[in-house]
Antibody, heavy 121, light 106 residues
Framework: QVQLQESGPGLVKPSETLSLTCTVSGGSISSYYWSWIRQPPGKGLEWIGYIYYSGSTNYNPSLKSRVTISVDTSKNQFSLKLSSVTAADTAVYYC???????????????WGRGTLVTVSS | DIQMTQSPSSLSASVGDRVTITCQASQDISNYLNWYQQKPGKAPKLLIYDASNLETGVPSRFSGSGSGTDFTFTISSLQPEDIATYYCQQYDNLPTFGQGTKVEIK
């Protein structure tokens, strides 16, 4: 079955750029939307953005100026870059598949296990 | 932006109890409302999509209802393995999540 796995540094210095990759296995990245979601320790879920396999994107307005999501269909991967990070960006970062249902609603049906990224000097 | 108000923030119930969580949207979102279960240290898991559709493999004790601005998530008979935090999520234009409800066993 389709599985997602996040990878990247677990520690990033303040003001630097956080970079993560999500590898999709057991299925093709094509024909789907893919998303990044984060969760600060002990807090709720925050959607970061999504990308279509063709490359079109949509971002959370609160993070838009610092976020870039890209896709590499040849590697079945998509990636997140978050610039100018601060301690407030410390969180577990999840990648997920973003699916449209028969009635037009959108939901996250598959998730990676998540990776903790700590912003600290 | 559409805001989601989820309540209660936490609850404690006995095994076998009926548990209800509500989610209210700041404007009409039709039935574009989903529910997730997150166990400690794990990724969220989709339980209900489009307000009332049970995801494949999810036990039938879980259910959802509602449309417009008011939605309800129900566990008909709470089981020990249901201990988790539950989140609603809307998609009208951009996805947003409710604040979460932590469910504990009394």
């Amino acid at each position: 079955q389709v599985q997602l796995q996040e990878s990247g540094p677990g520690l990033v210095k303040p003001s630097e750029t956080l970079s993560l990759t999500c590898t999709v296995s057991g299925g093709s990245i094509s024909s789907y939307y893919w998303s990044w979601i984060r969760q600060p320790p002990g807090k709720g879920l925050e959607w970061i953005g999504y990308i279509y396999y063709s490359g079109s994107t949509n971002y959370n307005p609160s993070l838009k100026s610092r976020v870039t999501i890209s896709v590499d269909t040849s590697k079945n991967q998509f990636s997140l870059k978050l610039s100018s990070v601060t301690a407030a960006d410390t969180a577990v970062y999840y990648c997920a598949r973003f699916l449209v249902g028969a009635k037009g609603g959108w939901y996250f049906d598959l998730w990676g296990r998540g990776t903790l990224v700590t912003v600290s000097s | 932006d559409i805001q989601m108000t989820q309540s209660p923030s936490s609850l404690s119930a006995s095994v076998g109890d009926r548990v209800t969580i509500t989610c209210q949207a700041s404007q009409d979102i039709s039935n574009y409302l989903n529910w997730y279960q997150q166990k400690p240290g794990k990724a969220p898991k989709l339980l209900i999509y489009d307000a009332s559709n049970l995801e494949t493999g999810v036990p039938s004790r879980f259910s959802g209802s509602g449309s417009g601005t008011d939605f309800t998530f129900t566990i008909s008979s709470l089981q020990p393995e249901d201990i988790a935090t539950y989140y609603c999520q809307q998609y009208d234009n951009l996805p947003t999540f409710g604040q979460g409800t932590k469910v504990e066993i009394k």
